[in-house]
């Protein structure tokens, strides 16, 4: 669930989302100024496979050296970026911290949340907006593996309603829809259900709980 983050919360929720990261981190602030803890994480976590993406809104060319040592890592500068959004595949932050040490003392507000049934949709639409400001940075380094938006921004289908949410056949339904099925009906995966959780698409056999996906879409996510 959402949660309010005072300063040392959004720190331990920072440090988390780099060290339990298994596919990408990406770290959106205007200033590339980052701590020797959290750099060091970083670089652990290059070195285990995970993709960093780095986006700053203001020329700190010494800075941004020190970043291409990475194995995985992509640089970009976003013009008049002044948002502050930290997250991983799992988790998010909104925050008022700059990465930079010297903010860590300072009186600092934020939110997090999580790609999960509650915070699905919260996370996704989020999603969205830091891939804008993904597309409108230029890059200064790297090719990261990740292609942010396309692989790791996925769009899924509620199997319920047909509302865009986090895509995860694990968890196929929008927060509502989920909250009300398990009111009215607690045996949900006998439930049938008209949306592929993938293409939404209304399909000609019954999709469920256990079985999100139409048989196109199945074939191709098992291909």
């Known amino acids: 669930m959402a949660h309010v983050l005072d300063t040392q919360g959004i720190v331990t929720e920072l440090e988390k989302i780099i060290n339990e990261a298994e596919k ?13 803890s959290n750099y060091n994480r970083l670089k652990r976590a290059t070195e285990h ?18 970043f291409k040592t ?13 948002a502050k959004c930290y997250c991983n595949e799992n988790d998010m932050i909104i925050s008022s911290l700059n990465l930079h040490e010297c903010s860590e003392h300072n009186f600092e507000l934020g939110v997090g949340f999580s790609n999960d049934m509650k915070d699905g949709a919260m996370y996704e639409e989020t999603s969205r907006k830091i891939n804008q400001i993904y ?22 289908f509620c ?12 968890r196929p339904f929008c ?21 592929c959780h993938m293409c939404r698409k209304r399909t000609n056999y019954y999709t469920s709980e256990d079985k999100p996906l139409c048989r196109e879409c199945w074939n191709n996510w098992n291909s």
């Open 135 to 156: 597309q409108n940075s230029e890059i200064i380094w790297g090719e990261s593996r990740v292609n942010f938006y396309a692989t790791n921004i996925n769009t899924g």
């Open 49 to 66: 496979g995970v993709s960093v993406v780095l986006i700053y809104g203001k020329k700190e060319t010494s800075e941004a050296e020190k």
């Open 159 to 170: 199997l319920n309603c047909g509302q865009g949410i986090g895509f995860n056949p694990t």
């Open 70 to 82: 990475f194995q995985n890592c992509k640089i970009l500068f976003c013009e008049n970026l002044h």
């Open 175 to 195: 927060y509502n829809c989920y909250t009300q099925i398990r009111k009215e009906n607690n045996d949900i995966k006998n439930l049938r259900f008209q949306y």
């Open 24 to 36: 990408y981190i990406v770290l959106i602030s205007p200033f590339l100024r980052i701590s020797e």
